[in-house]
Nanobody
């Protein structure tokens, strides 16, 4: 089992920045691929970014590429999402997720075994 707890969400003006954190506990966190998804009201949960267990590989959705950076600190069992140049369309609940491998289907929510409870990010125009 892996337990995930997100933090760092809040209200920010367009153009601003936020840093989300995902604290993990449980077995073998360092072997998991980690990802951030987001879900806006009335919409499906969409992939934002993923990072391999070593941190050596990352992948981003086109909508966040160049503005968001995913990173991880395996010594402290934490994954981060640095979000810069935020836009109103980034408003969503952001979820941290864990999957046992880095291969096909990274952008599919069905790949991930464990999820956090989510943290709200609101970007005002």
């Amino acid at each position: 089992q892996v337990q995930l707890v997100e933090s760092g969400g809040g209200l920010v003006q367009a153009g601003g920045s936020l840093r989300l954190s995902c604290a993990a506990s449980g077995r073998a966190f360092t072997r998991y691929t980690m990802a951030w998804f987001r879900q806006a009201p009335g919409k499906e949960r969409d992939f934002a970014a993923a990072i391999s267990w070593t941190g050596g590989r990352t992948r981003y959705a086109d909508s966040v590429k160049g503005r968001f950076t995913i990173s991880r600190d395996n010594a402290n069992n934490t994954v981060y999402l640095q979000m810069n140049s935020l836009k109103p369309e980034d408003t969503a609940v952001y979820y941290c997720a864990a999957a046992p491998s880095w291969d096909y289907g990274l952008e599919s929510s069905g790949k991930y075994n464990y999820w956090g409870q989510g943290t709200q990010v609101t970007v005002s125009s």
